[in-house]
């Protein structure tokens, strides 16, 4: 067998772990949020989402208020988050009001902080938009100390349906979707801020690696033909 | 350009204290390589660029970086939240840090091909015994970076991986429980044992900047082999490290960079494998995640400590097989080196490659019954391989190698 | 191909792999040289805010800005008339020694005197400029308790403690002293009525 048939079954062999990703690791396939991080309109959204609903419980202590102002991607002006802030500081992240005794008692667990949700855990934002939508009635009681969830692995959430979209109207379905896809949009970009601007170096980068390879590579064939191989 | 330097005043200067002009000469720009080399041997000069890469994002990193375990809000501590301010806050610190950590595992992916091409064509082979084993301390060094320096971000992962790996030292009789304690710092993974890790997480890759050297000196001394691993006597088998192997190498250098830089820039976490998932969670050490796993490059070696249900043979096990690759050059002994003119060897070679890459997916991938038994069959061959071949000369018939290229 | 052929290509292809080397080293150098550059939080605490209605009128407040003091008075009518009548004390009475002790707020003979943008709130640097101290307080009023500590014309303003150098009550230096100027003047706006930011 040659060696660069021997490469080739290696790195055929090396695709099968990737096969893995697209699945919420535990069996049920997640539904595909529709998100833009370069729509600042949807991530604003998303803003809202998090802080009318989320904060509730939630906190995201990595973005700070100022940061709201400073990364393009949201772009508020001082005004609009000075309304958001009260009398908390600029240079204070997003944290909530929810003490954790007041969560354990109430909920049974304390709800993590989120500014990384969509990084830790498989599925990202496709993750957070399924389970968003995905509570589901428990008649048969199969989560008696829960909320039934269809998505989240073990299908039992301490977190009750926060959207609200277990009995919700049908007419109102268009605008939950939206809600959970928005606030997914706003948690995938608070997980990684510098993304859109980690892209936009990158295709430079590359490019510019392209073009060097190509002049090392017929630099090295022009100077190898001095040499009998 | 090197020319011109070396023409200068300036360097004249240098050059009468230091003998800089006789040593660039005679190791770098005159320096004899064969001239068949291929492009297998390439992967020498990428893992110093990427050992360069490592330290250089490293002691950036470290301007920022805190080693402490404190509670700051929530499960985040101070050492998570450093990071955290890598990646929002310094300039261009997400980039520093991408490319530190998909460095880390494309220092492996080099590494493993440079090891690789050595076993195949028979590098560790008289007179480059000495060579190969330099080499297997530098992959024991890198893997102990490696592991110290996963421990810092102090995610669930870290802190996992870490707690499981000490407690192997606790499965050693008698010293066992000492040697554990002595690691941690502490009667279990935490701020002590982050504070040291970080010290020899800083450590181990200047370590490295020696003993590569040390590495490079030996090869000086005996030459490269070369893909038919035969001996070359005649000078025109021979060609001069400048320009052929410089330009042939910035090529290789380029042709590297272009997959890095896609990960850094396009997929840092590469599927989980780099990043892993469960470390953008913060350590809890009341809760273990549903599945640990050491990062992809230590996943062979695990799978070697789990094939056996004794821990303590486990641990021993795992020693061994890391331990074993010391001896390869006295367990071989066949005068033929390149797998090339060696058909059984060969087959067994790429086998064993293919196991390599076996037992690595059996670490990585939640156990199962039936992947425990392929982990085991793995194992298995792994130390056959090299028991195997003290036998194999006596009845390979080795095809006749050629007298010259 | 003929020699010469060989030789242009040749050397051209050298020439653009260094070219493109040189500027993949410098782009290389960026990223590692601007993360030294203050980070994005370090800027944020780059400017402070302070209400200065919080401070009574005659008290002295000391706040940090960038990691270092700053005195915020509230300077009553009668602390004010202190800031005429000893202009011959003054070493320099319109703050024009160096640029540290002026900013571009001081655009009326009424700001340069008063050394603030309101009169009543004096917000000045708190760093003595002969070797750093914090000066003392010492406003013409209660200036009984000081007995014999301090010369009996000075109008009253600051005393520093290390090596004695005085300041009047608009922080300007007075002659004698060990300190060279005036105390440093600072880049800041009001944001509200109340509200400044200074940085």
């Known amino acids: 067998m040659k060696l660069k048939q021997l490469l080739v079954a290696i790195g055929a062999l090396a695709v099968l772990p990737f096969a893995q990703s697209a699945v919420a690791h535990e069996g049920v396939a997640l539904k595909h949020a529709a998100v833009n991080l370069e729509d600042q309109a949807q991530i604003r959204r998303g803003l809202t989402v998090f802080t009318d609903v989320c904060m509730g419980c939630h906190s995201a202590t990595y973005i700070t208020y100022k940061g709201l102002m400073d990364y393009p991607e949201l772009g508020l002006n001082r005004a609009q988050v000075d309304e958001l802030r009260g009398e908390h500081a600029l240079t204070e992240g997003l944290r909530t009001d929810l003490s954790a005794e007041d969560a354990k008692d109430s909920y049974g667990k304390v709800p993590p902080d989120l500014s990384l949700i969509v990084a830790a855990r498989h599925g990202g934002p496709n993750y957070v938009y399924s389970i968003l939508t995905g509570f589901e009635h428990d008649p048969d009681g199969r989560v008696p100390d ?53 892209h936009a170096i990158g295709k430079w980068v590359l490019g510019f690696l392209l073009l060097l390879t190509l002049v090392l590579w017929r630099l090295k064939v022009e100077i190898w033909k001095d040499v009998k191989h | 350009m090197l020319n011109t330097i070396m023409k200068s005043k300036v360097f004249g200067w240098v050059d009468r204290r230091t003998g800089a002009e006789a040593i660039i000469k005679s190791q770098l720009t005159e320096y004899p390589a064969p001239k068949n080399l291929n492009y297998m041997w390439n992967f020498g000069s990428l893992a110093l660029l990427v050992l360069v890469l490592q330290i250089l994002t490293g002691i950036f990193l470290a301007m920022y970086y805190k080693p402490s375990a404190a509670a700051t809000y929530g499960h985040y501590t101070v050492a998570f939240d450093s990071v955290e301010r890598i990646m929002r806050d310094v300039n261009f610190g997400w980039l520093l840090r991408y490319m530190h950590a998909v460095g880390a595992s494309a220092f492996f992916v080099v590494v493993y091909m440079h090891i690789g091409r050595g076993l195949y064509y028979g590098s560790y082979k008289e007179p480059r015994e000495l060579l190969w084993i330099i080499g297997v301390v530098i992959l024991l060094i890198m893997q102990g970076a490696a592991f110290f320096g996963y421990l810092l971000p102090w995610g669930q992962m870290s802190f996992w991986g870490a707690t499981v790996i000490t407690n192997l030292f606790g ?39 020696a003993i590569v050297g040390g590495h490079v000196h030996a090869l000086h001394v005996v030459h490269s082999n070369n893909p038919e691993g035969i001996d070359l006597t005649k000078d025109e088998e021979k060609i001069m490290f400048h320009p052929y192997y410089t330009i042939k190498d910035a090529f290789g250098v380029a042709v590297f960079l272009l997959f890095y830089c896609y990960f850094v820039f396009f997929n840092p976490q590469a599927w989980g494998f780099f990043i892993e998932v469960d470390n953008y969670v913060p350590a809890n050490s009341l809760a273990t995640p549903s599945h640990i796993a050491p990062v992809w490059y230590l ?60 037992l690595g997916y059996c670490g990585h991938t939640p156990p199962t019954p039936t992947l425990k038994l392929v982990g085991q069959i793995a194992t298995f061959y792994y130390f056959a391989f090299f028991f195997l071949l003290l036998i194999v000369p006596k009845f390979e018939k080795t095809k006749p190698v050629p007298e010259g290229i | 191909m003929t020699e010469q052929a060989n030789e242009s290509r040749r050397n051209f292809l050298y020439l653009a792999a260094g070219g493109l080397g040189g500027v993949a080293a410098a782009a290389t150098a960026v990223p590692f ?117 301090v010369p009996e014309n000075w109008p009253g303003g600051w005393q520093c403690p290390c090596h004695g150098s005085l300041y009047d009550i608009s922080a300007r230096v007075i002659n004698g002293s060990p300190a060279p100027f005036n105390l440093h003047a600072l880049p800041y706006e009001y944001l509200t009525d109340t509200k400044v930011v200074i940085g």
């Open chain 2, 299 to 358: 996943t062979p070696w695990y799978t070697i400590l789990r094939s056996f249900p004794d821990k303590l043979v486990g641990v021993l096990a795992m020693g061994g097989s890391l331990a074993i690759l010391f001896a390869l050059p006295f367990l071989d002994r066949s005068k033929v080196r390149s797998a090339r003119y060696r058909p059984v060897f060969k087959q067994m070679v790429i086998l064993f490659f293919i196991d390599v890459i076996v």
């Open chain 1, 146 to 198: 829960g909320n039934f969830n269809e998505y989240f692995p073990g299908h039992r959430i301490a977190m009750p349906d926060p959207l609200s979209w277990l009995d919700h109207e049908e007419g109102d379905t268009a605008q939950l979707e939206q809600d959970a896809q928005d606030v997914a949009a706003f948690l995938a970009f608070v997980s990684d801020p510098h993304q859109n601007q980690r």
């Open chain 3, 33 to 149: 040289i601007g993360s030294m550059f203050p980070a994005a939080d370090t800027l944020a605490a780059s400017k402070t805010e302070f209400d200065v209605s919080t401070v009574a009128p005659g008290q002295l407040v000391v706040i940090l800005w960038q990691g270092k003091p700053v005195f915020i008075t509230h300077r009553t009518p009668e602390l004010l008339k202190e800031v005429d009548g000893h202009d011959d004390m003054l070493k320099d009475k319109d703050s024009k020694a160096i640029p540290e002790v002026e900013q571009p707020w001081m655009n009326t003979p009424e700001r340069r005197k008063y050394r603030s943008i309101k009169p009543e709130y004096l917000v000045i640097s708190a760093i003595c400029t002969h070797l750093g101290c914090i000066p003392g307080y010492k406003p013409s009023a209660g200036r009984k308790e000081w007995g014999d500590a």
């Open chain 2, 171 to 209: 499965a050693l009789p008698v010293i066992g429980e000492y040697l554990q304690q002595l690691l941690r710092g502490g009667f279990a993974v935490g701020d002590p044992t982050l504070n040291r890790f970080f010290s020899l997480h800083y450590l181990f890759p200047l370590l490295l900047v």
